[in-house]
């Protein structure tokens, strides 16, 4: 079994930061794409930013230029979102999700973590 645990979350006025980490542990050989989504109250789950092992990114358009990714260069098993110029509309709860292959298990799993509020308010 694999587990996703992600921190860093809280309350940050606009214009603010925050830094949020995920750290994947368990039965893992090798994890391929890692990433961040947000589900707003009310609202569907989307994307948000993903990494590949190979240090490729992919951003959605509302999170360009104020957001990166990027994963620990010691451990490749930890993923972090960088969130600057944060804006009220960036409120959520966001979810690390990675794509894990496992010693013993012929397929590549997804497995998402349990969440950490994001609030920008004044």
């Known amino acids: 079994q694999v587990q996703l645990v992600e921190s860093g979350g809280g309350l940050v006025q606009p214009g603010g930061s925050l830094r949020l980490s995920c750290a994947a542990s368990?039965?893992?050989?090798?994890?391929?794409?890692m990433g961040w989504y947000r589900q707003a109250p009310g609202k569907q789950r989307e994307l948000v930013a993903t990494?590949?092992?190979?240090?490729?990114?992919?951003y959605a358009d509302s999170v360009k230029g104020r957001f990166t990714i990027s994963r620990d260069s010691a451990n490749k098993n930890t993923v972090y979102l960088q969130m600057n110029s944060l804006k009220p509309e960036d409120t959520a709860v966001y979810y690390c999700?990675?794509?894990?292959?496992?010693?013993?298990?012929?397929?590549?799993?997804?497995?998402w973590g349990q969440g950490t509020q994001v609030t920008v308010s004044s």
């Open positions: 368990g039965n893992i050989l090798s994890i391929n794409t």
């Open positions: 990494v590949t092992s190979g240090g490729v990114t992919n």
């Open positions: 999700n990675a794509d894990v292959a496992s010693f013993g298990v012929l397929r590549v799993n997804n497995y």
